[in-house]
């Protein structure tokens, strides 16, 4: 399933192999953060996110729009990582990265302050 068919739109998504994990870039105007996480996760997945678990059931959706809506450098880089769907998440205001959580170390892996990407 590409991202086009989840109705969410994605700036970008890709695999980068040496980090096993999946990077995908919204825009903030467009797309909130939860919403970008579905569909990154529905994307690595290739399933409808309508299949998938809410992802209430592992944050706080709204919490986690408000905390990264209008985010700027001037309010430091903030990143919140959990888990999804069996998958070690970290989302700040325009990218989540995704890998499988039992490949990651803890739930996910810290390269240089963020997860491997």
């Known amino acids: 399933m590409s991202t086009r ?3 969410i739109p994605l700036d970008s998504f890709s ?8 990077l995908a870039r919204y825009d903030e105007a467009e797309t909130s953060a939860s919403m970008a996480v579905v569909a990154t996760v529905a994307a690595v997945l290739d399933t409808d996110p309508t299949e998938m678990d809410q992802l209430y059931y592992s944050i706080d959706a709204e919490a986690l729009d408000e905390l990264l809506a209008g985010s700027t ?3 430091g880089d903030v990143r919140v990582e959990f888990t ?3 998958h070690a998440v970290a989302v700040t205001d325009t990218e989540v990265i995704a890998a499988r959580a039992s490949d990651a170390d803890n739930g996910h892996r810290e390269t240089g302050g963020s997860m491997a990407a």
């Open 84 to 86: 999804f769907e069996g």
């Open 5 to 7: 068919e989840t109705g």
């Open 15 to 22: 695999f980068r192999p040496e980090s096993e994990t999946y």
């Open 73 to 75: 450098a001037a309010d």
